[in-house]
Nanobody
Framework: VQLQASGGGLVQPGGSLRLSCAAS????????VDWYRQAPGRQREIVAS???????NYEDSVRGRFQIIRENFGNMVYLQMSLLKPEDTALYYC?????????WGQGTLVTVSS
């Protein structure tokens, strides 16, 4: 199983960014997928999740600003982020559990700053 995250960068407050996560080595459509983030000096926290049947859930601080989207035909999950705030600055990771084991993408850095 491999997860490849990409799309991070520097964006001004109020801006938008889309993160991508490409999965391989699994029958992707059967898996729930999450996005986590870890800010400097803070613990990793879950940001958004999407189940195999497309149900979504969001951490309170991003609800209404972030959207998690999956495209099973391409084994992709996206995190569309808008109205970004400086406090959204973090390393963002995609994640899933396969056969009881956690798998993580390599992390993509999002920096929100003017």
């Amino acid at each position: 199983v491999q997860l490849q995250a990409s799309g991070g960068g520097l964006v001004q407050p109020g801006g938008s960014l889309r993160l991508s996560c490409a999965a391989s080595g699994i029958v992707f459509q059967h898996y729930d997928v999450d996005w986590y983030r870890q800010a400097p000096g803070r613990q990793r926290e879950i940001v958004a999740s999407i189940t195999s049947d497309f149900s979504t859930n969001y951490e309170d601080s991003v609800r209404g600003r972030f959207q998690i989207i999956r495209e099973n035909f391409g084994n992709m999950v996206y995190l569309q982020m808008s109205l970004l705030k400086p406090e959204d600055t973090a390393l963002y990771y995609c994640h899933l559990i396969h056969r009881g084991q956690d798998f993580w993408g390599q992390g993509t850095l999002v920096t929100v700053s003017s």
